[in-house]
């Protein structure tokens, strides 16, 4: 049987290259996909932690039925938001172009102190 | 003492006595306009100022009953009465009752006001009756009276020390009372504000007498435990304070000093004294009756009083008794040099004011406090006099103050003009009029004191006593100086010295006059309703139109019959007040059994010795010899009129004379080191600790915090990808702050 | 070694590649194919787990909807590789890999090193089948469920809204 660390390791591999990708991409579309791969990492491990329950060998949690559902109805609702936040995401980065064609992250910094 | 079973009603008639002016104020405030208005203005002043009188003369006459019925009744020494009325503040370890203490220290002090007060009221309603605001001078008059008897008549330090501030509330509304000239009411404020620093001494005395009882009520000298509950609550009243201090001031002889200087401070401030005087010539600005009844008879004579009072610690404390004597033979010589330089008839007066007020204090600081009462009883007479003799001459030249237009007044104002010589021969000391009584006795006092000879190695008694004479060749110099200028002949270049000044010249002379405002000088673009306007017109008509200018065609007239009364009853006074006082020793039993307990004298004050014999047996002769000087001395220099180094040119005064007219720089000076040195030094503290140390903290701040800010500036720098930089590592802390159980 | 254990190696091993292409492609055409492949991975690697509803709905909502949208905005947009200005590798790539190494050998040292060798029950079979969460979805979660769609209502009506925005 595949041991869940085997997954957080997939889980925790794409998370970090996600990250990496963040800071040191300066387009904002694939800084937007690396944030997408990040949430898959993260829905990634609460799959994998909704079939293998560690926590219950310590004894202390009897887990009922629909506890076990939890994860994966998480991940479902993550899978809502983020449809919902590229869907709004994506059409800030078209004004962001429209106005500005050659758009570089670090050039967005109208906020700054 | 004796037993109070017969005497009820002194109970309320000393209260009436009191309550008597206030009424009166109260009348003159709520009523006054109002009297005006129904009656009309001629009508109704009359009764005002009636009532005003009224009022005053029934305190007087209230004071001759009490003297009549219990002090020519019975020996002086047991004639001591405590009146209680009501608690006004009541403490566990403190009762502050309202009691009247009458004995005959305070009598005399109640005579003394009433009957000189009720004299100047009545003057006052002839003086005063063109003034615009008639009530409010009574007003204030009256509630003077007041408090001036709570002052006197107080069983506690702490009621005095109401009616001394009272007195002096009144003394600033009164040298203020033409407020609307910017000099009077400097004036006024100057004198408030020095009478501040004496108020000070007194308060820091009163605390000190109530910090000395109540830290050493858990033993007494004799080594016996006072227990709280024999400590009367009522510890800021006379008999108690009179009971305990003796024994404590004994085993504390530095606590007497100390308590005694600073009761001296407040009285030097109230009394004019050597640095403090310098309210009291500004205070002429006021109205004569007030300078006659306030600057110059009652309330600076309560310093005098203060020290009688509470002459017991004094007595405690030959250094504080020398510094007293000191202090005032100072002043007495210094304020009659300065007289020499004044032209203006009021400051002459005020000088030799604060000159005799030293006079009082050289009798006090020897010892000799009931000497320092009788010179206040027959000063106030002769003082009085004098002022409202001067009064009258400033009447009659249409508000014209400087003696060098006047002269010549014989021919016009005879009676003022004998009223005001009696009165000059009183305070020069002419023999057997009051004045000559009185400083005979103060430097009797002086030469033969009880006191120490040798006082840090100067015999002070002496000293004070040879001053004391010299100051009175100084007193009849300047004063006949100022009768032979007022009254004396007047000729230069064969005429009238204000038959010189060219008509219709008012600048110079309004400038002079008291109480003259000149609309000119202010602006009124603000004045809407016209109100400062209306006020000014009434009140300069009463100089411009009814009292004409002084100009080259003034005649002066004799002053009305009710101010003359006044004047001839005053100078009755002063001839034979002093004689009468002083015979079969008078005042001095009467004044010298005033307190309600006897204690044993310091040693210290027993029996010293003074080499003085010879000056004794023949003080009458130097004393008459020094008036006679002085006489001398002004009768050949002002008896051809006025001389020519002392005329308008003041360039060709003398420079001692100049310089005296300046108050020897006193005033100057005054200012120059703590009006400008304190200015300095508070720019200086402006400087180091307001700009370095509290700007420097709070711009610290203010710094401090936009240091921090550049430095947060960094983080913020508007690059996204730098921020998740930092994101990432905030979260990898917080991870690893839960993995290491740190939530739990 | 049994053909589950062959099938997750090979899955994570292109999901990884995949995520790996992601970031360092030059083109975002490039990114956005790589990121596909990572997600039906995830989809299949779901399909291990036995959450076969998650393993569909990745693939539908993922690869369907929303990386259709990112190739429709890329190409939309014309968007080209980074100019010479944006360069992948520059000086952020050291603090870059520096947190990552950092989380990488936290977490490792901290969560997954003590998981190995642990034993721990295992869901039932079709614990992820479509019943189950629809069941669960439908009663429990009903409430968010509805919450959910009104997310999506406003998500629409915002990119719609900023899509059309005058420039």
């Known amino acids: 049987m595949i041991p869940l660390s085997a997954y957080l390791s997939v889980s925790l591999f794409l998370f970090l290259t996600g990250l990496v990708g963040i800071i040191i991409r300066q387009s904002p579309v694939v800084m937007f996909m690396c944030i997408e791969m990040m949430l898959n990492a993260v829905n990634l491990s609460f799959v994998s932690f909704a079939r293998y329950a560690p926590w219950v060998a310590s004894g202390d949690i009897t887990q009922t039925a629909s506890q076990w559902m939890t994860g994966e109805i998480t991940v479902l609702f993550v899978m809502a938001v983020a449809a919902a936040e590229v869907a709004v995401g994506l059409g800030m980065i078209m004004s962001i172009y429209k106005n500005e064609p050659d758009v570089n992250v670090d050039a967005l910094s109208n906020l700054k102190g | ?744 | 070694m049994q053909g589950r254990e062959i099938l997750f190696i090979v899955l994570s091993l292109v999901a990884c590649f995949a995520g790996l292409g992601v970031v360092l492609a030059k083109h975002p055409i490039k990114s956005a194919l790589s990121l596909v492949v990572n997600m039906f991975s995830i989809a299949f690697l779901y399909f291990t787990l036995e959450a076969n509803m998650l393993g569909i709905t990745q693939i539908m909502v993922y690869v369907g909807a929303i990386m259709v949208l990112f190739l429709f905005v890329v190409m939309l947009l014309n968007i080209g590789s980074d100019r010479s200005g944006m360069k992948i590798l520059d000086l952020k790539l050291v603090p870059a890999i520096l947190i990552a190494l950092l989380m990488f050998s936290l977490i490792s040292f901290q969560v997954l090193y003590p998981l190995f060798g642990m034993q721990y029950p295992v869901a039932d079979e079709g614990f992820g089948s479509p019943e189950a969460i629809g069941k669960s979805l439908f009663s429990q979660y009903v409430l968010p469920f509805e919450v959910a769609s009104v997310l999506l209502l406003v998500g629409i009506v915002g990119a719609i809204l900023l899509a059309r925005r005058k420039a």
């Open chain 2, 1 to 744: 003492m004796i037993s109070l079973e017969n005497y009820n009603w002194l109970h309320s008639v000393i209260i009436l006595m009191v309550l008597m002016p206030f009424l009166g104020a109260l009348f003159q405030a709520l009523y006054g306009k109002l009297t005006e208005c129904l009656l009309g203005v001629k009508s109704g002043r009359w009764l005002l100022g009636s009532l005003a009188f009224t009022f005053v003369g029934t305190s007087f006459g209230l004071a001759l009953l009490v003297v009549k019925d219990i002090f020519l009744k019975h020996p002086a020494d047991v004639c001591c009465f405590r009146f209680t009325y009501f608690d006004w503040i009541n403490l566990e370890v403190l009762r502050v009752p309202v009691e009247m203490f009458l004995d005959p220290l305070s009598i005399t002090m109640v005579l003394l006001i009433t009957g000189v007060g009720s004299l100047i009221h009545l003057y006052s309603t002839a003086y005063m009756s063109d003034d615009a605001e008639y009530s409010r001078f009574f007003t204030y008059l009256n509630m003077f009276i007041g408090f001036m008897l709570i002052l006197v008549l107080s069983n506690n330090l702490l009621l005095l020390f109401v009616g001394w501030e009272g007195v002096g509330l009144c003394s600033y509304l009164l040298i203020g009372f033409w407020y609307k000239n910017l000099e009077n009411a400097k004036a006024a404020n100057k004198a408030f504000i020095v009478n501040r620093i004496g108020d000070l001494g007194l308060l820091l005395g009163i605390f000190s007498i109530a910090f000395l009882l109540h830290s050493t009520y858990g033993i007494n000298s004799a080594g016996n435990v006072i227990t709280p509950q024999i400590l009367d609550p009522r510890w800021l009243s006379y008999d108690i304070i009179f009971g305990l201090l003796p024994s404590i001031l004994t085993s504390y002889p530095d606590y007497a000093t100390a308590i005694a200087l600073l009761l001296f401070v407040g009285a030097m401030g109230k009394s004019a004294q050597f640095p403090l005087y310098v309210w009291l010539p500004d205070a002429m600005a006021g109205p004569t009756p007030v300078s006659a009844l306030i600057h110059a008879a009652t309330m600076v004579t309560s310093g005098i009083f203060l020290l009688n009072r509470m002459h017991m610690v004094f007595e405690f404390s030959p250094y504080a008794s020398a510094i007293v004597s000191v202090v005032g033979a100072i002043t007495a010589v210094w304020a009659a040099l300065i007289a020499f330089g004044q032209t203006d008839i009021k400051k002459v007066l005020a000088y030799s004011t604060v000159s005799q007020l030293g006079y009082m204090f050289m009798a006090c600081g020897v010892g000799a406090y009931w000497v320092g009462m009788f010179h206040v009883l027959t000063h106030a007479f002769f003082k009085a006099l004098l002022f409202l003799g001067s009064g009258a001459v400033i009447y009659a030249m249409a508000h014209e103050q400087d003696m060098r237009r006047y002269g010549n007044l014989w021919r016009y104002l005879p009676v003022t003009g004998i009223c005001m010589m009696i009165g000059t021969f009183a305070i020069a000391g002419i023999p057997l009029l009051s004045g000559f009584w009185s400083k005979e006795a103060i430097l009797h006092a002086a030469f033969e004191s009880s006191y120490p000879a040798n006082l840090l190695g100067v015999d002070v008694a002496t000293l004070v006593g040879w001053t004391g004479v010299f100051v009175a060749i100084l007193t009849s110099a300047y004063m006949f100086r100022m009768h032979l200028l007022t009254f004396g002949i007047p000729f230069v270049n064969g005429a009238e010295r204000w038959r010189l000044i060219p008509a219709h010249d008012h600048h110079h002379h309004h400038s002079e006059s008291e109480g003259a405002v000149e609309s000119e000088k202010y602006d009124f673009s603000d004045d809407t309703f016209n109100f400062y306007r209306r006020e000014l017109c009434s009140h300069g008509c009463h100089h411009s139109d009814e009292h004409h200018a002084l100009d080259k065609n003034h005649e002066p007239k004799e002053v009305p019959y009710s101010m003359q009364v006044v004047l001839v009853i005053l100078a009755i006074l002063s001839i034979f007040g002093g004689f009468f006082l002083h015979q079969h020793h008078f005042l001095e039993h009467f004044l010298s059994s005033s307190s309600a307990v006897s204690w044993v004298k310091p040693e210290i004050l027993v029996d010293s010795y003074h080499d003085n014999h010879g000056v004794l047996e023949s003080l009458l002769y130097i004393s008459i010899l020094a008036v006679t000087i002085g006489m001398s001395y002004a009768l050949i220099v002002y008896s051809r009129g006025l001389p020519e180094k002392e005329g308008y040119n003041e360039e060709k005064w003398s420079r001692f004379r100049l310089f005296a007219k300046d108050g020897f720089m006193f005033d100057s000076s005054l200012s120059r080191i703590f009006g400008r040195g304190g200015y300095k030094l508070s720019e200086g503290f402006w400087y180091v600790f307001d700009n370095f140390l509290i700007d420097g903290i709070v711009n610290m701040f203010g710094k401090l915090s936009s240091i921090c800010g550049e430095m947060t500036r960094f983080f913020q720098n508007g690059n996204i990808r730098f921020y998740i930089f930092m994101m990432s590592l905030a979260i990898l802390v917080i991870i690893f702050y839960i993995l290491k159980g740190g939530l739990n």
